[in-house]
């Protein structure tokens, strides 16, 4: 009797205790698993979800300005940049703490100008292999020569001072290139190129440093079951900063949320739990049924039952779901390896044969069943909107026809010698094309369309299975024929989706290792002009390069659709942004009376 009493007076007591005094939890799904926490060495999107909300870098986007504005985070200003866009002078705000760490050995260790020369630094040491060199390699002088003595000797030199890349004084740091740099402005907005670690952390968990994020930014790491679950919760040790956007003026629904939490402590959630669930219906699921509080990306397959029409179902408006809806700035493709023996290659029959396959393959069944209509055909790499985009370019390989694809293949000796209903090589050899594909249900949609689309032009095709972080180390080391991708932007420029074919960037940020002199010789010249006309006419004549030489076929621009409940408030969809717990709200009594 008197246990019962006991646990009835303790259940009231905490139903009780105020919905302000609760944990504000916000829990969500990824659809692919992350590789690691070490800004140094990801670039996919979903690690970097995670760096960006762990880490800072000097600059930051205004959550919800559009156009995307570039403005300060962590630097006291916004960067002072030379006349000629070579020398980037960034002022770091003192008083911004690192999360404390057994690594500080108990003091509180203060953000500084060294801590992001260092971490730019890592980026030319050859062990930490990062992926994302390619934005500053050959541009800063005297880095190159420490990569090689480093490669030479085993050891990269962190104290040898670089004129070209040091701090001046304990908040200020200087990068100055060899050549103009207009767009080193996104850079600082980067975590993956930009973010800053303590040299002390890094030294301490060595080889490890992949499971240790220590950062400055409003979370940290708690847990992490690889492949599964990360959890992060409030960073004690971070700065005072108050929510002030600045939305467009004849934006209602940004305005009202600006008038609502403006002024606001950042962060206002307590803990954030990501899971990782592949499956489309259990992660759909999963928010309907109110366990996950956001939902980033309906699922395609839900997408006819959810947004008929493009507008949200009268069923899910009745329980006061929220929903937003726009282009995302991205590209999916299917590339080719370039250094593979059976699609890769500059001669004319081995061009003839990966142009015949981007023929061959229908865009309008992958639009309807693969994304369920919410995508758009993509011309060229660059998404509509971007800066230096030719919105009007029709490219040749967005094009479906499978009677140009089989005259092109009959042209060139691509013909069906044995009679068994698929093609051989010109000498003969059997031809057999190998797409990489993930274990889950969007892939098996992919894997078939793509099957009966090279079955239409008599090339046969298998699909080499393993889960996409495995995928992505092989393609990064060239081992793949083809396999499709999505590239997310982090700035509003197009200038990142010409790096993916700029031979440079073999085993980074291009996939395919497509390298042409011309195009890279015009790429070269893209890199030290501003926006404008001058930059357009050159990447017009980079889309036709593409277009001559084919080393990957573009599938489509997607429209992201995000679904989230009435207790989240102040979430939107930035274009190119990938931070956002810090700007949301959560009232915790409703989402708890919803998951009991």
């Known amino acids: 009797m008197m246990l019962r009493l006991f646990t009835t007076l303790l259940a009231c007591l905490f139903a009780a205790v105020p919905a302000a005094a609760q944990d504000k939890v916000l829990r969500y799904a990824f659809q692919v698993a992350e590789t690691g926490f070490d800004p140094g060495q990801i670039n996919d999107l979903y690690s970097s979800i995670i760096l960006s909300h762990i880490f800072d870098a000097p600059l930051t986007y205004d959550f919800l300005a559009r156009p995307s504005k570039v403005i300060p985070n962590t630097s006291a200003g916004m960067p002072e940049v030379s006349d000629d866009w070579r020398t980037w002078t960034i002022r770091i705000r003192p008083g911004i703490y690192f999360a404390d760490d057994p690594a500080f050995k108990g003091r509180k260790r203060e953000l500084t100008a060294a801590?992001?020369?260092?971490?730019?630094?890592?980026?030319?040491?050859?062990?930490?292999?990062?992926?994302?060199?390619?934005?500053?390699?050959?541009?800063?002088?005297?880095?190159?020569?420490?990569?090689?003595?480093?490669?030479?000797?085993?050891?990269?030199?962190?104290?040898?001072?670089?004129?070209?890349?040091?701090?001046?004084?304990?908040?200020?740091?200087?990068?100055?290139?060899?050549?103009?740099?207009?767009?080193?402005?996104?850079?600082?907005?980067?975590?993956?190129?930009?973010?800053?670690?303590?040299?002390?952390?890094?030294?301490?968990?060595?080889?490890?440093?992949?499971?240790?994020?220590?950062?400055?930014?409003?979370?940290?790491?708690?847990?992490?079951?690889?492949?599964?679950?990360?959890?992060?919760?409030?960073?004690?040790?971070?700065?005072?900063?108050?929510?002030?956007?600045?939305?467009?003026?004849?934006d209602a629904v940004k305005q009202e949320i600006a008038a609502r939490l403006r002024g606001r402590k950042l962060p206002m959630i307590d803990r954030v739990e990501v899971y990782v669930v592949e499956e489309s219906q259990p992660r759909f699921l999963a928010f309907l049924n109110g366990e996950?509080?956001?939902?980033?990306?309906?699922?395609?397959?839900?997408?006819?039952?959810?947004?008929?029409?493009?507008?949200?179902?009268?069923?899910?408006?009745?329980?006061?779901?929220?929903?937003?809806?726009?282009?995302?700035?991205?590209?999916?493709?299917?590339?080719?390896?370039?250094?593979?023996?059976?699609?890769?290659?500059?001669?004319?029959?081995?061009?003839?044969?990966?142009?015949?396959?981007?023929?061959?393959?229908?865009?309008?069944?992958?639009?309807?069943?693969?994304?369920?209509?919410?995508?758009m055909r993509a011309q060229s790499t660059a998404p509509p909107g971007s800066f230096g985009g030719n919105p009007n370019f029709v490219g040749p390989l967005a094009e479906y026809s499978p009677t140009k694809a089989k005259a092109l293949l009959d042209s060139y000796g691509y013909v069906d010698r044995d009679g068994d209903g698929y093609r051989e090589r010109p000498d003969g050899a059997k031809l057999v094309l190998e797409l990489g594909s993930a274990p889950d249900g969007t892939s098996k949609i992919s894997d078939e369309v793509w099957r009966r689309s090279m079955d239409a032009i008599g090339l046969r095709i298998e699909f080499r299975k393993a889960k996409w972080p495995e995928l992505l180390r092989e393609s990064r080391a060239g081992r793949l024929m083809m396999w499709s991708l999505g590239w997310s932007a982090g700035s509003p420029d197009a200038d990142a989706f010409y790096q993916l074919l700029y031979g440079p960037n073999r085993g980074q940020a291009n996939h395919s290792r497509f390298d042409h002199p011309d195009f890279n010789a015009l790429f070269d010249r893209t890199q030290v002009l501003p926006d404008g006309p001058e930059r357009d006419a050159l990447y017009d004549r980079l889309n036709r390069i593409v277009a001559a030489y084919a080393p990957l076929r573009p599938y489509v621009h997607r429209i992201g659709t995000s679904l989230w409940h009435p207790w989240l408030y102040g979430y939107q969809r930035h274009p190119v942004m990938r931070q956002f717990w810090q700007f949301i709200d959560i009232d915790p009594l409703p989402q708890a009376q919803a998951r009991k």
């Open 115 to 250: 801590d992001h020369v260092y971490s730019l630094k890592r980026h030319w040491d050859p062990k930490v292999k990062s992926p994302n060199l390619y934005l500053l390699d050959k541009k800063v002088p005297g880095m190159e020569a420490l990569r090689a003595a480093a490669e030479k000797n085993g050891r990269f030199d962190y104290d040898s001072e670089v004129e070209a890349l040091r701090a001046l004084d304990r908040y200020t740091y200087r990068v100055r290139f060899s050549e103009p740099n207009p767009r080193f402005l996104y850079d600082l907005v980067s975590c993956n190129v930009s973010c800053a670690l303590a040299r002390e952390v890094v030294e301490a968990y060595a080889d490890r440093i992949m499971e240790h994020p220590v950062g400055t930014n409003a979370f940290r790491l708690a847990d992490w079951r690889r492949s599964s679950r990360m959890v992060l919760e409030r960073n004690p040790n971070y700065r005072e900063h108050a929510y002030d956007p600045q939305p467009p003026e004849a």
């Open 292 to 375: 996950h509080d956001v939902i980033t990306g309906v699922p395609a397959d839900f997408v006819n039952t959810t947004i008929p029409n493009g507008r949200l179902a009268p069923g899910l408006a009745s329980q006061g779901i929220q929903i937003d809806r726009n282009a995302e700035f991205d590209l999916t493709f299917a590339y080719f390896g370039m250094e593979n023996p059976v699609v890769g290659g500059y001669t004319p029959d081995k061009v003839a044969l990966r142009r015949a396959i981007a023929l061959g393959f229908d865009i309008e069944s992958a639009i309807l069943q693969m994304y369920r209509g919410q995508a």
